[in-house]
C-alpha cells in the first residue's frame, strides 16, 4: 500500500479516502465513472473533466489540466504551482456533485457512519472535521480573475472554470 505525506487537516486527506471506499464498493461505477487500467498503482476513474487515481485527481480546465498530487498535497497547472487553497476551490464543484449523489443514494449521514464504523487510519480522521467544515459543504466554487498586474480581482461565480494563474505566476493566497 502506497503511504502518502499529508497537509495536517487537509479536507482532501479525507475525501480521498471516501472515493477510494466509494470505488471499492462500486458507487464510481455505478454513477457513471469509467475504470481503466492505470500505468502504475490502482485504476483510473475518469466521469466528464474529472479523473480519479489513488496518486491524485485531474480536473481538466480551459488552461489545462489541473493536477492534485496526493503524495506532495500539491496542484499544478500546466507545470506550475498553484496554492493549494485555490486548486481547492477549482475541483470544489467536481467533488461536490459526487458527495450529493453519495447522500441521494445513502442519505446525510452516511459519510459519518461510514467513517465511524471503518476506522480510517489517523490522518484521515485528523482530517475529517475539516472536510465536514467546510470543503464540501460550501456553495459553488469561487474563481479568482487575473488582471495582468499580478494581483487578482475579486471574487465570482459567473466564470468558475477560470483558475488564478497570470503572466506572473500564481497568486500567493493564505491557506484556510
Same mark, same amino acid.
Given at each position: 500500500?502506497?503511504?502518502?505525506?499529508?497537509?495536517?487537516?487537509?479536507?482532501?486527506?479525507?475525501?480521498?479516502?471516501?472515493?477510494?471506499?466509494?470505488?471499492?464498493?462500486?458507487?464510481?461505477?455505478?454513477?457513471?465513472?469509467?475504470?481503466?487500467?492505470?500505468?502504475?498503482?490502482?485504476?483510473?476513474?475518469?466521469?466528464?473533466?474529472?479523473?480519479?487515481?489513488?496518486?491524485?485527481?485531474?480536473?481538466?480546465?480551459?488552461?489545462?489540466?489541473?493536477?492534485?498530487?496526493?503524495?506532495?498535497?500539491?496542484?499544478?497547472?500546466?507545470?506550475?504551482?498553484?496554492?493549494?487553497?485555490?486548486?481547492?476551490?477549482? *475541483? /470544489? !464543484? &467536481? $467533488?461536490? #456533485?459526487?458527495? %450529493?449523489?453519495?447522500?441521494?443514494?445513502?442519505? =446525510?449521514?452516511?459519510?459519518?457512519?461510514?467513517?465511524?464504523?471503518?476506522?480510517?487510519?489517523?490522518? *484521515? /480522521? !485528523? &482530517? $475529517?472535521? #475539516?472536510?465536514? %467544515?467546510?470543503?464540501?459543504?460550501?456553495?459553488? =466554487?469561487?474563481?479568482?480573475?487575473?488582471?495582468?498586474?499580478?494581483?487578482?480581482?475579486?471574487?465570482?461565480?459567473?466564470?468558475?472554470?477560470?483558475?488564478?494563474?497570470?503572466?506572473?505566476?500564481?497568486?500567493?493566497? =493564505?491557506?484556510?
Amino acid at each position: 500500500m502506497a503511504r502518502f505525506h499529508t497537509v495536517c487537516c487537509c479536507p482532501l486527506t479525507a475525501q480521498f479516502w471516501f472515493l477510494g471506499v466509494d470505488a471499492r464498493q462500486g458507487d464510481l461505477a455505478l454513477r457513471g465513472f469509467s475504470k481503466t487500467r492505470a500505468a502504475q498503482g490502482s485504476s483510473s476513474y475518469t466521469l466528464g473533466d474529472l479523473s480519479l487515481h489513488s496518486a491524485g485527481l485531474t480536473l481538466q480546465t480551459p488552461r489545462g489540466p489541473l493536477h492534485f498530487n496526493r503524495r506532495t498535497q500539491t496542484f499544478t497547472l500546466a507545470g506550475q504551482h498553484v496554492p493549494l487553497a485555490l486548486g481547492r476551490t477549482q *475541483v /470544489r !464543484a &467536481a $467533488l461536490q #456533485a459526487h458527495e %450529493r449523489w453519495i447522500e441521494g443514494r445513502y442519505g =446525510p449521514g452516511y459519510r459519518p457512519a461510514l467513517a465511524q464504523e471503518l476506522r480510517p487510519p489517523r490522518p *484521515v /480522521r !485528523a &482530517a $475529517l472535521p #475539516a472536510w465536514h %467544515r467546510g470543503s464540501l459543504a460550501e456553495p459553488a =466554487p469561487l474563481a479568482f480573475v487575473g488582471t495582468g498586474d499580478g494581483a487578482f480581482s475579486r471574487p465570482t461565480q459567473a466564470q468558475p472554470h477560470l483558475l488564478a494563474v497570470n503572466q506572473l505566476g500564481p497568486a500567493r493566497v =493564505p491557506v484556510h
